[in-house]
């Protein structure tokens, strides 16, 4: 018949138990590890490779400049991204909208078209 034992003394063996599996320290095996290995690298997405369209009579097709240059940047959506911006800059550029004026103005404490973006040589070796 298994001896009863108060609560404390059953947690403090169970402590002791855990503080020595702690300290042995024991390595997975290789074949673990090589389970372990090839399970992530099966579950790792894979890039797709551009694919040269067949005409005809076998005649490979490559790719066009848009396609070529799309893949370039990451693809269609990150090329349209880009374009955005692109436009977007352009517009804010040359539309200049009010508050854009404004905040200029609160920032700089000047007027933003009395801003020098990009200063003389004679000013940069002035030190000013």
Known sequence: MARKTDGMQGREGLEDLFAA???ERVPPSDALMAR???DALAHQP?????????????????????????????GAGALAGMGTAAVAGLFIGFVQ?????LLGDAVLGTPLE???????VDMLFAGN
């Open 114 to 120: 009395t801003v020098e973006l990009i200063p003389d």
């Open 97 to 101: 909208p009010e508050g854009l004026s």
């Open 46 to 74: 894979r890039p797709a490779l551009p694919v040269a369209a067949e005409v005809g009579a076998g005649v490979a097709v490559r790719p066009g400049l848009w396609r070529r240059l799309a893949g370039l940047f990451g």
């Open 21 to 23: 599996m702690r300290e």
């Open 36 to 38: 372990v290995l090839a």
